[in-house]
């Protein structure tokens, strides 16, 4: 049975020549309590022996070998890795990943932040990134299109699908926030709306990202689901903050070239 997933019809496309995705939920693993139940978070602190398992079972959906999928040290960079082999244990910090190796798969953990998969079906070269407010910002995407050029895909060929990720509704920010945006371009303005909250503003993650990937010129899309509303699909850092908890679970996006 395969695991419940977000897929971006975009990228389905791509199954019978080879090139296979997930925007996976929280549903469907071994996990309980806060952390139920397909966590597939290592920094979590939950127990290492059945987030290992998670992640195995998403290896297994995506048809490849549990060493193989590929997965960094997220800390919110631009920084970019192209993967030749199977990474192992000594992840490296970076927030994006290309391949153009068969039998690889590349895995972003996000709870909040956006996931996005990247896919040249014509030049079989695999791409994804985690694209927070920081990310996105500092152009995550943009560098993660380009090595995935440097490793032979076409800009006009290559799709790029945010997934679920937290909607502007739920994302509320203060004046310094919006002040750093508009330090770099007036034009940014766009992406906040006023809050209840006096100086504060609602953000919209999800249109900047699009906005960001179509202007790279390559074909640019999502899959529109708020992580924060809905409890039952997704894990969600903001909403754990709400809420006081002490900890909480991530949920992976991933793509493979079998």
Same mark, same amino acid.
Do not use: W
């Given at each position: 049975?395969?695991?419940?997933?977000?897929?971006?019809?975009?990228?389905?496309?791509?199954? !019978?020549? @080879?090139?296979?995705?997930?925007?996976?939920?929280?549903?469907?693993?071994?996990?309980?309590?806060?952390?139920?139940?397909?966590?597939?978070?290592?920094?979590?602190?939950?127990?290492?022996?059945?987030?290992?398992?998670?992640?195995?079972?998403?290896?297994?959906?995506? @048809?490849?070998?549990?060493?193989?999928?590929?997965?960094?040290?997220?800390?919110?960079?631009?920084?970019?890795?192209?993967?030749?082999?199977?990474? @192992?244990?000594?992840?490296?910090?970076?927030?994006?990943?290309?391949?153009?190796?068969? @039998?690889?798969?590349?895995?972003?953990?996000?709870?909040?932040?956006?996931?996005?998969?990247?896919?040249?079906?014509?030049?079989?070269?695999?791409?994804?990134?985690?694209a927070g407010w920081?990310?996105?910002?500092?152009?995550?995407?943009e560098n993660t299109?380009?090595?995935?050029?440097?490793?032979?895909?076409?800009?006009?060929?290559?799709?790029?699908?945010?997934?679920?990720?937290?909607?502007?509704?739920?994302?509320?920010?203060?004046?310094?926030?919006?002040?750093?945006?508009?330090?770099?371009?007036?034009?940014?303005?766009?992406?906040?709306?006023?809050? !209840?909250?006096?100086?504060?503003?609602?953000?919209?993650?999800?249109?900047?990202?699009?906005?960001?990937?179509?202007?790279?010129?390559?074909?640019?899309?999502?899959?529109?689901?708020?992580?924060?509303?809905?409890?039952?699909?997704?894990?969600?850092?903001?909403?754990?903050?709400?809420?006081? !908890?002490?900890?909480?679970?991530?949920?992976?996006?991933?793509?493979?070239?079998?």
């Open positions: 049975m395969s695991l419940p997933s977000v897929k971006s019809e975009t990228l389905r496309a791509f199954d !019978e020549s @080879g090139i296979r995705h997930g925007f996976y939920t929280r549903i469907g693993g071994l996990s309980s309590g806060i952390y139920e139940s397909l966590n597939t978070g290592l920094g979590s602190k939950d127990d290492p022996a059945l987030v290992k398992q998670n992640r195995s079972r998403i290896a297994a959906d995506l @048809g490849v070998a549990d060493t193989h999928l590929a997965g960094c040290f997220q800390v919110h960079s631009a920084d970019v890795v192209t993967v030749k082999e199977p990474i @192992g244990p000594n992840r490296p910090d970076a927030d994006g990943m290309v391949t153009n190796q068969r @039998g690889m798969a590349l895995g972003i953990l996000t709870a909040d932040c956006g996931p996005i998969l990247f896919a040249d079906n014509n030049a079989k070269i695999i791409g994804a990134c985690h920081k990310g996105a910002f500092t152009g995550i995407a299109i380009d090595a995935m050029i440097k490793l032979g895909a076409n800009r006009a060929d290559i799709c790029a699908v945010l997934g679920p990720c937290i909607s502007q509704k739920n994302y509320e920010v203060g004046p310094e926030f919006k002040a750093r945006f508009a330090e770099k371009d007036e034009a940014f303005s766009i992406y906040f709306s006023p809050s !209840e909250k006096p100086d504060h503003y609602m953000f919209d993650m999800q249109k900047f990202i699009i906005d960001r990937l179509q202007a790279s010129g390559v074909k640019a899309g999502k899959t529109g689901e708020c992580t924060y509303e809905d409890e039952k699909r997704f894990f969600s850092y903001r909403r754990t903050t709400h809420r006081n !908890e002490p900890d909480y679970g991530r949920q992976m996006s991933a793509i493979a070239l079998i």
